[in-house]
């Protein structure tokens, strides 16, 4: 969860970086390492968030898979096996976050850069913006 949370703090920092004024030349300076770990971190409170609200990972092509099974095999570094209704088990992929691998489908988190639920706490899915978010991964 820690690590997830470190992620969504990550995608989020760097999807907004680009909203901020530009520093004054005497501002302490950090590496974006350094800030994301002096953030301190909280239990999350989540209320009236939905997941099945935002159905995005259908199965538009059709092949039985859902655009999640699709990402996890076209992404493998070592294909998993894909069972009967496109279970996947096995399979080696790599995260760019810390650079590791991860063995299994369970422990690959490739929902969203921005996580929905925070897109939802943040209050764009208020003004409608959640679309923006969470993309088919056929579109950019």
Not at 18 to 47: F, G, M, N, Q
Not at 49 to 67: Q, T
Request: some cysteine.
């Amino acid at each position: 969860m820690i690590t997830n949370l470190r992620r969504g703090l990550a995608a989020t920092a760097l999807a907004f970086a680009v909203l901020a004024p530009a520093t004054p030349a005497h501002a302490d300076e950090y590496t974006l390492t350094e800030a994301i770990t002096s953030l301190p971190i909280a239990e999350e409170i989540r209320d009236d968030y939905k997941r099945e609200l935002n159905p995005h990972w259908k199965d538009d092509d059709k092949n039985g898979c859902s655009a999640r099974s699709d990402v996890l095999i076209a992404e493998a570094i070592e294909a998993p096996t894909v069972g009967v209704n496109c279970t996947l088990t096995g399979g080696v992929w790599h995260s760019y976050y810390d650079d590791v691998l991860v063995q299994g489908p369970a422990g690959v988190d490739i929902d969203h850069m921005v996580p929905l639920a925070e897109v939802h706490d943040s209050k764009w899915a208020v003004l409608g913006c959640t679309h923006y978010f969470a993309r088919p991964p056929d579109r950019s």
